[in-house]
């Protein structure tokens, strides 16, 4: 379960004047999007629940809020991220309720593998137990880090599946709380130091550097089978929160200036299915990080990312994990529900 504020959800848009409003959801918090709905409805704000997958704070609705009349977006959780928005929008981030001290101490003698000096991480959905963790682990002997990162983040010590800048300190490994293995693998791609992963959930423990090795090789896999193309479809999200127009526009440019055929492509929901057809022998997606990486299997052509284009033209010979870094974060930015489309 997860916690959402609905008192505190209706007081911000009865201070913004809001009369209907446009409510976005992940797949986990459908019910609580209905629930919401009702709420608001029964206090006087007439409430719309967007049907499309959410693929995280990137993908605002704000676009569909406004062709639907609607006063503000709610966006449900996801924390805060700075983007320019059509209207006033209300990021409500869900913490879950549940320890994460527990398995913490039950897997201890893991954690101690990863040296006295560790970088403590996590997702939107712990970052409310940060602090009680870091008391613990400075109790057992531990010098914990919880780093600031960057202005796509919200929290110290909060990662995205794109961006992991808060990991990037001076510590000797890195412990990540959370469920899945995405995060954590792109923790280790991108920090190269031992990651664990500690699950609050069952509260199991996984290394990840052997999971970041396999995935490795899969994307050098990809890497080889882009070798011989010749014509690219590169791609760049119109999702606000994935547009790198600038760097799609640079990894056309280094193609054609290696003399391959290379073409600038622009997709909301990036998928193989609606790629057929195309004229390319492969394809560079400059979006989220996630679809080349998750999805690569259900593509009939190569796909990858702009670091993976720059090791196919013999530009560089380490792998390096595709992160969307934001600039210096400003202490003073509000975290938890912000209205972003009002200060912006």
Not at 23 to 51: C, H, S, V, W, Y
Not at 192 to 205: E, I
Not at 231 to 247: C, D, N, P
Request: glycine share 8%; with cysteine; net charge negative.
């Amino acid at each position: 379960m997860h916690e959402v504020s609905n008192r505190e959800i209706l007081k911000t848009l009865r201070e913004l004047g809001a009369e209907r409003v446009l409510i976005q959801t992940p797949e986990g918090l459908k019910r609580e999007a209905q629930t919401l709905a009702d709420f608001l409805e029964d206090n006087g704000i007439e409430a719309i629940i967007n049907g499309d997958v959410n693929y995280g704070a990137c993908d605002p609705a704000d676009r569909e809020a406004k062709l639907l009349g609607c006063d503000a977006l709610i966006h449900l959780g996801h924390s805060y991220m700075r983007l320019h928005l059509e209207v006033p929008t209300i990021f409500v981030p869900a913490f879950a309720k549940v320890e994460v001290v527990p398995v913490l101490e039950k897997n201890i003698d893991e954690i101690r593998k990863l040296g006295r000096r560790i970088a403590l991480v996590t997702t939107a959905q712990h970052v409310h137990r940060l602090e009680e963790a870091r008391e613990f682990l400075e109790k057992q002997g531990f010098e914990v880090i919880i780093g600031k990162g960057d202005s796509r983040v919200s929290w110290s010590g909060q990662v995205l599946g794109c961006n992991f800048s808060p990991a990037k300190v001076d510590a000797e490994g890195v412990l990540f709380i959370g469920a899945g293995y995405f995060h954590p693998i792109g923790l280790a791609l991108a920090t190269g130091k031992p990651t664990l992963a500690v699950n609050p959930y069952s509260g199991d423990a996984f290394w990840m550097d052997k999971e970041a090795e396999r995935l490795i090789r899969k994307r050098w896999a990809q890497i080889a089978k882009a070798m011989d193309a010749e014509r690219f479809g590169v791609i760049t999200s119109t999702k606000k929160g994935q547009l790198r127009l600038a760097e799609a526009k640079r990894v056309v440019k280094l193609l054609r200036e290696h003399g391959k055929y290379a073409r600038l492509m622009a997709m909301n929901h990036i998928n193989y299915p609606a790629l057929e057809g195309f004229d390319f022998d492969a394809y560079v997606v400059v979006a989220c990080p996630r679809v080349p990486i998750d999805d690569y299997e259900n593509w009939r052509k190569p796909v990858l990312t702009p670091t993976e284009v720059e090791i196919l033209l013999g530009l560089r010979d380490d792998y390096a994990f595709d992160e969307i870094l934001g600039v210096e974060r400003n202490e003073d930015e509000p975290l938890g529900i912000a209205l972003h489309g009002v200060r912006d």
